[in-house]
């Protein structure tokens, strides 16, 4: 009998962590995470994402860079 745990993130904790801590760059996934985890989760608009951030974090404390690939990716 094993005494492993496994516990995994909802897919809306992950997308608000990946928004808090969000890099720029070629070097760097974050863009590719999020844009992933929009699809997963089903976010369309910029409200429903706000709606998810502010769950986990302030909005206030998102970076600016965090509210520029949501736009990216929701606002066309």
């Known amino acids: 009998m094993s005494h ?3 516990h995994v993130p ?3 904790y992950l997308f608000a962590m990946k928004c808090h ?8 996934q ?3 995470d999020i844009k992933v985890l929009v699809r997963a989760i089903g ?3 910029l409200d429903e994402a706000e709606t998810i951030l502010k769950r986990y974090y302030a909005l206030d404390r998102y970076p600016a ?6 736009e990216e990716l929701l606002v066309s």
Do not use: K, N, S
């Not at 801590?21 to 760097?28: D, H, K, L």
């Open 4 to 6: 492993l745990r496994v």
């Open 10 to 12: 909802h897919p809306e």
């Open 21 to 28: 801590a969000v890099r720029m760059g070629e070097e760097f």
């Open 30 to 32: 974050d863009f590719e």
């Open 43 to 45: 976010i369309e608009t």
């Open 65 to 70: 860079r965090a509210q520029y690939v949501l």
